[in-house]
């Protein structure tokens, strides 16, 4: 049985976030990715049993209001504050892709709010030029034909595609939940949040300070932050294992929820966090 969970809205500076909330104990935040929001995260439901979970709505995604993001930094800054709402201690933070990203600039500028860093299919480095302009002719496209030109663009590429993960039982409900999930989100936020992504800076140097443990994960078919950027954040990060998770694309909580959950308890307790 998981434990039941709740809703909160909090006002962090211009935005009102939705949070959902379950369990008690070691906060754990979990950060969703681009363009999703905290649906993304149901599988990790069962962890509320451990820990106590915290998932937003990151700005102007789900059913957080105001504008969408103008920086990671900016996110970083509302999971802060939104954890100091909430009255958590430090947390293990968590993030997805660009919750990933966000989840380092909580850590690098942050640090009193970061018990435990968990970085999931993401990166260290900044966009490339290529990249940069792939998002902004995708933000050009999602304003003449909306949400549906991101879905159609982007779900192929989120899961892994060899046959054995094709042929996981549920692969087409994950499929239509991600679908779903993109479309709900505003125009304006993906157009925002694709803007900060192509802005980010390069972390790189500055996550060679972050001395908390970190768990790093990648699904081994992960077309978008493929296992080489996970190996590189290994070699950067000072207190990281890594784990690559096989059949698993660049969604593993959802591809992969069994591994991933039982990984991030494992996690928790050889960093003394939480007792296995």
């Not at 954890?83 to 640090?111: E, N, R, T």
């Not at 443990?213 to 950027?229: F, H, K, R, S, W």
Request: net charge negative.
């Amino acid at each position: 049985m998981t434990a039941p969970s709740s809703l909160h809205r909090v006002a962090v500076g211009d935005t009102h976030l939705a949070v959902h909330t379950a369990g008690a104990g070691l906060p754990v935040l979990l950060l969703h990715g681009f363009p999703l929001d905290h649906a993304m995260w149901a599988a990790q439901e069962p962890l509320a049993e451990h820990v106590r979970l915290v998932v937003p709505d990151q700005r102007g995604f789900g059913a957080s209001t105001g504008p969408g993001p103008t920086s990671i930094e900016q996110l970083a800054a509302d999971a802060a504050a939104l954890l100091g709402a909430l009255h958590c201690g430090p947390a293990v933070v968590c993030g997805l892709s660009m919750g990933g990203y966000v989840a380092q600039h909580l850590a690098v500028h942050h640090p009193d709010r970061v018990a435990a860093l968990v970085l999931v299919d993401t990166r260290l480095e900044a966009d490339t030029p290529e990249a940069r302009a792939v998002r902004a002719d995708l933000a050009a496209k999602t304003a003449r034909l909306g949400q549906a030109i991101v879905a159609d663009a982007m779900v192929p590429r989120l899961l892994a595609t060899s046959p054995p993960a094709r042929a996981a039982a549920g692969r087409p409900a994950v499929e239509a939940a991600l679908r779903d999930a993109i479309l709900r989100q505003p125009v304006a936020t993906i157009q925002a949040a694709l803007g900060a992504l192509a802005s980010r800076p390069d972390m790189t140097a500055a996550m060679r300070g972050v001395r908390v443990p970190a768990l790093l994960v990648v699904g081994a078919e992960d077309a978008i932050t493929p296992p080489a950027c996970m190996e590189t954040a290994l070699a950067v990060v000072p207190h990281a294992r890594l784990l690559v998770v096989p059949h698993a694309g660049h969604m593993t909580p959802l591809e992969a929820s069994d591994v991933f959950n039982r990984a991030l308890l494992d996690f928790l307790a050889a960093a003394r966090l939480h007792p296995a």
